[in-house]
């Protein structure tokens, strides 16, 4: 079995339930306060889809989970939390989250006791 085939269910689930939102967001009639709300909203929801269908043709064709500019794997890890992925570099903001430290302060009036 291919190791994406969890992602392409995945994606697939995606694709519909934007499909879904896209049609439901286009039928609404807006009053024109609501109009430009509405607009920003379908151009996100055309943009996940379009991500989608891209990983999507990319599985069909072989080319998913390789960097579109390097030409490196992607770690299947990342790829299970950013599926539409197209670059390592789509990871990058991820990576400096994580590795930001918490600062660390001292709490002289609280005692290992407290904890224990």
């Known amino acids: ?7 392409r269910y995945e994606l697939q689930v995606m694709r519909e339930e934007l499909r879904a939102r896209l049609f439901d967001h286009s039928m609404f009639e807006m ?12 151009h996100h929801i055309k943009e ?3 991500d989608v269908e891209r990983a999507l043709l990319k599985m069909d064709k072989g080319m998913y989970g390789y960097c579109e ?3 490196e794997e992607i770690p299947f890890e990342k790829l299970r939390i950013l599926p539409t ?12 989250y ?7 302060y001292d709490y002289p009036h609280l005692d290992e006791t407290y904890y224990s």
């Open 1 to 7: 079995m291919n190791k994406y085939y969890g992602i």
């Open 31 to 42: 009053t024109n306060d609501d109009q430009g709300k509405n607009n920003t909203l379908i």
């Open 48 to 50: 996940e889809l379009q």
């Open 69 to 71: 500019e390097t030409g």
């Open 85 to 96: 992925a197209r670059t390592i570099y789509d990871f990058y903001f991820q990576e400096l």
């Open 98 to 104: 994580e590795r930001k430290s918490l600062p660390q």
